[in-house]
Every structure is written in C-alpha cells, then in structure tokens.
C-alpha cells in the first residue's frame, strides 16, 4: 500500500521553526516530484513548496526565504524546514507526491498520492 504519513506539526510562537517530515512506504518516490500545500480554516488548498523530479526547488512567494523543502531518498523521506513562523503560517500541511515529467507544480490535481495532514500552529 502507498502511504505518506506526516509528522513534526505542533504549536509554536510567532518567530518560532519546525521541521516537517513526510515518509513514504508502499514505493520508492526518489524520481517523484514531492510537493507540500497547506490548508487553513474557511480556505482553499494552497501550494507551498515542491522539489522536483529534475531537482529543482520551488517556493510560494508567502514563504520564500523561510521554509525549505529537502529530501533524503535512502529515507524515501521529504522534509519542509520552517523558519520565522508567523501567525498565518497556521494550517493543516499535507504532503504530495507526483510522478516525473509532471510540470505545473503548484497545482494539486498534479499529484497522486497525498498524505493524511499535519496540524501547525502559530501563536501570536
């Protein structure tokens, strides 16, 4: 079975980090893409970062020079670094995964596998 299971959300203050991860079991993702959306209350789904099956990284602009997308393919694990964590950053998180030579990577109907979700939360 094909799984991604999430961990590391938790409270924190405004200012504070915390380091996502999203393993996967069931297959091996390493030529995946592997993306991470958030989902606040009342809101839409929305893209936060991706690494690419190519390598290449990819960032929303509301999180740019704060979160870091890496991964680690002998853990078959994607991790999503968090710096100066606000009180918007507040979200459910969810790992994606999309197989190669799909483009259009802020775009969630790109990925097949997603994993279950994350609670972050930013206090103020």
Same mark, same amino acid.
């Given at each position: /079975?094909? /799984?991604?299971?999430?961990?590391?959300?938790?409270?924190?203050? @405004?200012?504070?980090?915390?380091?996502?991860?999203?393993? @996967?079991?069931?297959?091996? =993702?390493?030529?995946?893409?592997?993306?991470? =959306?958030?989902?606040?209350?009342?809101?839409?789904?929305? =893209?936060?970062?991706? *690494?690419?099956?190519?390598?290449?990284?990819?960032? @929303?602009?509301?999180?740019?020079?704060?979160?870091?997308?890496?991964?680690?393919?002998?853990? %078959?694990?994607?991790?999503?670094?968090? %710096?100066? *964590?606000?009180?918007?950053?507040?979200?459910?998180?969810?790992?994606?995964?999309?197989?190669?030579?799909?483009?259009?990577?802020?775009? @969630? /109907?790109?990925?097949?596998?997603?994993?279950?979700?994350? /609670?972050?939360?930013?206090?103020?």
């Amino acid at each position: /079975q094909v /799984q991604l299971v999430e961990s590391g959300g938790g409270l924190v203050q @405004a200012g504070g980090s915390l380091r996502l991860s999203c393993a @996967a079991s069931g297959r091996t =993702f390493s030529t995946y893409t592997r993306g991470w =959306f958030r989902q606040a209350p009342g809101k839409e789904r929305e =893209f936060v970062a991706a *690494l690419s099956w190519t390598g290449s990284t990819y960032n @929303a602009d509301s999180v740019k020079g704060r979160f870091t997308i890496s991964r680690d393919n002998a853990k %078959n694990t994607v991790y999503l670094q968090m %710096n100066s *964590l606000k009180p918007e950053d507040t979200a459910v998180y969810y790992c994606a995964a999309a197989p190669p030579l799909r483009s259009r990577y802020s775009e @969630a /109907q790109v990925y097949d596998v997603w994993g279950q979700g994350t /609670q972050v939360t930013v206090s103020s």
